[in-house]
């Protein structure tokens, strides 16, 4: 019991802990820096434009990134495979939009009645917070400065995968498309999971999509699992969904391995 109480522990660190640095080749992107007044504090965007942004006059959907940094965090990888698979057309053109963090078990986690939870991440329900600006001032700003479209997608794994879920149950109407891996499901007593039912009572009527997947973290696929089984029974028709349970998947390979087939579904031409 006391080996499994430990791996348990060590699984949980790792999804609340800063993420792995890779060496991914950073492309060209702009960046600029945007007042939080929900946060009370700055905070670094990075935005990666498709090839053919500056010969066209097109809108482009935009896919937010909530871990979105450069240096120890997904950006570049993300806007690499982007790059890629806009290259060999199995995606339209699209516009990357990372926020970088500077409090990532803050801004990511929202809120918890389980006090053990602080052991691995503040219970300040910052997400809440963190969320409100992307909706309330960073939407906007990217609106200025760049040519969107209405169509928004939110990308992320993890306590970042975590932010997606809650932002899918709690604000839907935010964002279009949902793309989560390995989801820290865990966080306050598996809340959202439990109270699947309730929090889709009121879903919106605007079509939805939503991908998730699940490593073999037993803390994580675990709840993964019984989303995946609520949803097939109760899933509203406007809400097209798929889970990729992914058991040979580690919690940090798990993102680098399904990224491809996650945005091809939701983006895919």
């Avoid at 090839?51 to 896919?63: A, E, I, M, R």
């Avoid at 801004?107 to 602080?118: A, C, P, Q, R």
């Amino acid at each position: 019991m006391k080996l499994l109480f430990l791996f348990s522990i060590i699984l949980i660190l790792t999804s609340c802990a800063t993420k792995v640095q890779y060496n991914d080749p950073v492309p060209i992107h702009d960046t600029f820096t945007l007042n939080a007044p929900q946060i009370g504090e700055d905070r670094v965007i990075n935005v990666w434009l498709p090839p053919n942004y500056d010969s066209t006059k097109d809108k482009f959907p935009v896919l937010y990134m909530a871990d979105g940094g450069v240096v120890m965090e997904d950006f570049p990888h993300i806007a690499n495979t982007l790059a890629k698979l806009i290259e060999i057309d199995s995606l339209p053109p699209l516009i990357l939009v990372g926020i970088e963090n500077t409090e990532r078990r803050r801004d990511l986690t929202g809120f918890s009645e389980n006090m053990k939870d602080s052991i691995y991440c503040p219970l300040s329900d910052g997400a809440k917070d963190f969320r409100a600006f992307i909706t309330n001032e960073l939407f906007d700003e990217i609106g200025e400065k760049y040519r969107v479209s209405d169509k928004r997608g939110l990308i992320g794994e993890s306590l970042s995968g975590l932010f997606v879920m809650e932002t899918f149950f709690l604000q839907p109407e935010a964002f279009d498309i949902y793309i989560a891996m390995d989801p820290s499901l865990w966080w306050n007593d598996n809340y959202l999971v439990k109270n699947t039912e309730k929090l889709m009572s009121d879903f919106p009527d605007r079509p939805k999509k939503l991908w998730f997947a699940g490593s073999d973290a037993p803390d994580i696929s675990k709840f993964t699992n019984q989303l995946e089984d609520k949803l097939q029974n109760m899933a509203p028709k406007n809400l097209k969904w798929t889970y990729s349970d992914e058991p040979k998947e580690k919690h940090h390979t798990i993102f680098r391995a399904t990224k491809e087939k996650a945005l091809i579904w939701s983006y895919g031409n």
